[in-house]
């Protein structure tokens, strides 16, 4: 009960230092989300009391000059019901430069590049990882959300041409490097950069799980989704604007019904990200803790264990829960738990547990590697 009030007691304080009404009342609900108790989570209640407790001790806010300038319009939200409910939405009007959709979504496609085509990728189960036998599948599983990290002009009237001029230059150097399949710029204007049937290069060195598979190197797999934005660490709030929310929920639905996405493999690039070299997860930390899953229509993954702890027994450092604020810490926790608890049941040490985790995802790589290098010598000689 102590612990209780005292998170309690954090979560008023902080909601006390958001200037903007309606963004405090959304600071407040996805506090009462994240306290409200899973099946999972209600054996482990005064363990996930006691981290909300810590990150929230380690992280101060301070609004920004910009962001207590922003107007947030609260968008309609969606809670998960347990099942994927998928939108009807069909494509209304197709030109050479846009597409339009019966959401209201409107895709330019006049910066429209081709990549590599999608080609067959492999998935592993989750019960029984087998580096030499995994499932191949072609069809798109997943979105990964992203931030350009690109430079910021006060969003404001006065400003509008260097907004103009930036994202310009942002979508320019996007398109160059195929980097995304989509880019929302700061008025919210949805651009196609690469093609939906090829491959965009977002997220390499990534790894996602849904409730059958496990996904490595993520960009045959899932879509790249990238605001015109930067993450700040620890922020709360969102950092991208009305605009960009909504076009990203119009998206997002476009593209779940399209393909059949689940909820569960909408993700953030700070979520999936890994760095192989050091075995840390989080190399890449945009939306690390503030994406706004309620708002895009989605259930909120970041209390999702990271499968890249539990089942190749990657870790964290300090930076990367630094960046992810209070948001991450619950899906951390279970990723550990998970892990700690699969290693006692084998009789295990964690440490040597974790080793025998990273060997698979090693031979992953190599097996991954290997195919890469033949199909590029398939391609040379035909």
């Given at each position: 009960m102590?612990?209780?009030?005292?998170?309690?007691?954090?979560?008023?304080?902080?909601?006390?230092?958001?200037?903007?009404?309606?963004?405090?009342?959304?600071?407040?609900?996805?506090?009462?989300?994240?306290a409200?108790?899973?099946?999972?989570?209600?054996?482990?209640?005064?363990?996930?009391?006691?981290?909300?407790?810590l990150?929230?001790?380690?992280?101060?806010?301070?609004?920004?000059?910009?962001?207590?300038?922003?107007?947030?319009?609260?968008?309609?939200?969606?809670?998960s019901?347990?099942?994927?409910?998928?939108?009807?939405?069909?494509?209304?009007e197709?030109?050479?430069?846009?597409?339009?959709?019966?959401?209201?979504?409107?895709?330019?496609?006049?910066?429209?590049?081709?990549?590599?085509?999608?080609?067959?990728?492999?998935?592993?189960?989750?019960?029984?990882?087998?580096?030499?036998?995994?499932?191949?599948?072609?069809?798109?599983a997943?979105?990964?959300?992203?931030?350009?990290?690109?430079?910021?002009?006060?969003?404001?009237?006065?400003?509008?041409?260097?907004?103009?001029?930036?994202?310009?230059?942002?979508?320019?150097?996007?398109?160059?490097?195929?980097?995304y399949?989509?880019?929302?710029?700061?008025?919210?204007?949805?651009?196609?950069?690469?093609?939906?049937?090829?491959?965009?290069?977002?997220?390499?060195?990534s790894?996602?799980?849904?409730?059958?598979?496990?996904?490595?190197?993520?960009?045959?797999?899932?879509?790249?989704?990238?605001?015109?934005t930067?993450?700040?660490?620890?922020?709360?709030?969102?950092?991208?604007?009305?605009?960009?929310?909504?076009?990203?929920?119009?998206l997002?639905?476009?593209?779940?019904?399209?393909?059949?996405?689940?909820?569960?493999?909408?993700?953030?690039?700070?979520?999936?990200?890994?760095?192989?070299?050091?075995?840390?997860?989080?190399?890449h930390?945009?939306?690390?803790?503030?994406?706004?899953?309620?708002?895009?229509g989605?259930?909120?993954?970041?209390t999702?264990?990271?499968?890249?702890?539990?089942?190749?027994?990657?870790?964290?450092?300090?930076?990367?829960?630094?960046?992810?604020?209070?948001?991450?810490?619950?899906?951390?926790?279970?990723?550990?738990?998970?892990?700690?608890t699969?290693?006692?049941?084998?009789?295990?040490?964690?440490?040597?547990?974790?080793?025998?985790?990273?060997?698979?995802?090693?031979?992953?790589?190599?097996?991954?590697?290997?195919?890469?290098?033949?199909?590029?010598?398939?391609?040379?000689?035909?």
């Amino acid at each position: 009960m102590i612990l209780k009030s005292l998170a309690q007691k954090l979560i008023e304080l902080r909601a006390n230092r958001i200037p903007d009404p309606v963004a405090r009342l959304r600071y407040l609900q996805q506090r009462i989300g994240l306290a409200r108790p899973t099946p999972r989570s209600r054996r482990k209640g005064p363990i996930l009391l006691l981290i909300v407790v810590l990150a929230s001790l380690l992280i101060v806010y301070k609004p920004s000059t910009t962001e207590a300038r922003q107007s947030f319009v609260p968008l309609p939200r969606v809670t998960s019901t347990g099942a994927d409910v998928f939108a009807t939405v069909w494509l209304v009007e197709h030109t050479k430069d846009f597409e339009i959709y019966s959401n209201g979504l409107r895709i330019d496609d006049r910066y429209t590049v081709s990549s590599d085509p999608r080609a067959a990728y492999p998935v592993y189960q989750r019960s029984s990882i087998d580096a030499a036998q995994p499932e191949w599948r072609t069809a798109p599983a997943g979105i990964v959300y992203h931030t350009t990290e690109s430079d910021q002009a006060v969003f404001e009237e006065d400003e509008t041409s260097k907004l103009k001029r930036i994202g310009k230059g942002v979508l320019s150097y996007v398109q160059q490097r195929h980097a995304y399949h989509f880019l929302i710029d700061r008025f919210g204007q949805v651009f196609r950069v690469v093609k939906e049937s090829d491959i965009a290069d977002h997220a390499g060195m990534s790894i996602w799980a849904d409730n059958r598979v496990i996904y490595v190197n993520l960009n045959s797999s899932f879509f790249g989704v990238a605001f015109e934005t930067q993450t700040q660490a620890g922020q709360e709030l969102p950092s991208a604007n009305p605009a960009q929310i909504h076009s990203a929920r119009v998206l997002t639905e476009m593209l779940r019904g399209k393909y059949r996405i689940t909820e569960s493999n909408c993700v953030t690039h700070a979520q999936v990200s890994v760095n192989p070299g050091n075995m840390l997860i989080g190399y890449h930390t945009d939306w690390a803790g503030n994406f706004p899953f309620l708002e895009v229509g989605l259930s909120d993954n970041y209390t999702a264990p990271p499968p890249s702890i539990y089942a190749f027994g990657f870790d964290y450092d300090p930076a990367f829960v630094h960046h992810t604020g209070v948001r991450l810490w619950e899906g951390l926790a279970l990723a550990d738990d998970e892990l700690r608890t699969e290693a006692a049941t084998r009789g295990l040490a964690v440490a040597k547990y974790r080793s025998i985790l990273r060997k698979k995802y090693k031979e992953i790589l190599e097996t991954l590697k290997t195919a890469s290098n033949s199909k590029e010598k398939s391609n040379a000689t035909s």
